[in-house]
């Protein structure tokens, strides 16, 4: 039967003979045999059981439960509820890098539509990132609420080429109306604007924000702190910003 030192052991494994050295010392690969000289010799049961530690080590499993798993009477009990358990720390791991990249990728973007950047300018766009998702949920409220009405106005038009009944058209333009003062209300009394100059958040009144040019995200507003007018950045109005 082969014997191996810990130079070959080493070798076969892709390893450093000082790894090989530091399981012997956590009691997962300890020699076989030791020569006449003293010298670690390891047989071919050790060189498969080196190279299931190294697989493990691969994929992420501490040293700690791997003795845990070569310790146990019945190692192959065990080696299914290890590994579900690292493939969920490698998951969780996974989701956390995921999210950081994605805020990571968010700022770069951010910063791109920046005309002037100062320090100040992070904290306008962890404000932005912070109320994305509630501009979301707010747009597509209205989005859902407003389609129906969209698809009755048209039913009415549609009834009233056909029929010549044309009073079921004014009564659901009447609605609309009434739903679009409601619904603007509604929108700009939940949003704020950052200025990119001075960074204040501010709210202006209605009438203002409603005839504003904008984009999808900013709208050319006049800041109250600094009255620089030019766009500013559309964010979700927390609560302590609702009196402006």
């Known amino acids: 039967m082969s014997k191996y030192t810990t130079g070959e052991m080493a070798k076969l494994c892709g390893v450093s003979v000082r790894t090989v050295q530091y399981y012997d010392t956590r009691n997962i690969l300890v020699p076989s045999e030791l020569s006449e000289g003293g010298r ?28 845990e798993l070569f310790a146990d009477e019945h190692p192959e ?26 805020i990571t990728e968010t700022i770069k973007r951010e910063l791109r539509e920046i005309e002037h950047f100062s320090v100040e300018s992070i904290h306008d766009i962890a404000h932005v990132m912070k109320s994305k998702s509630k501009l979301r949920k707010m747009r597509w409220f209205i989005v859902l609420t407003g389609l129906p009405l969209e698809v009755l106005e048209w039913v009415s038009i549609i009834w009233w080429i056909k029929s010549g009944v044309w009073w079921l058209f004014l009564v659901w333009l009447a609605v609309v109306i009434v739903y679009g003062v409601w619904v603007s209300a509604y929108y700009f009394g939940r949003v704020a604007y950052i200025c990119p100059e001075c960074h204040e958040v501010f709210q202006p009144s209605i009438k ?18 600094c009255s620089r007018k030019g766009l500013c950045v559309e964010v979700y109005a927390e609560k302590e910003n609702d009196n402006g």
């Open 40 to 67: 670690r010799l390891y047989s071919e049961e050790d060189l498969k059981r080196m190279r299931i530690i190294c697989f493990l080590r691969e994929a992420g499993v501490p040293i700690n439960r791997i003795g």
């Open 77 to 102: 009990k065990i080696v299914s509820v290890l590994l579900d358990q690292q493939e969920k720390e490698l998951q969780d791991q996974l989701d956390e890098l995921q999210r950081k990249l994605s």
């Open 208 to 225: 203002e924000v409603f005839w504003a040019y904008h984009t999808p995200k900013m709208r050319r507003l006049t800041c109250p702190k």
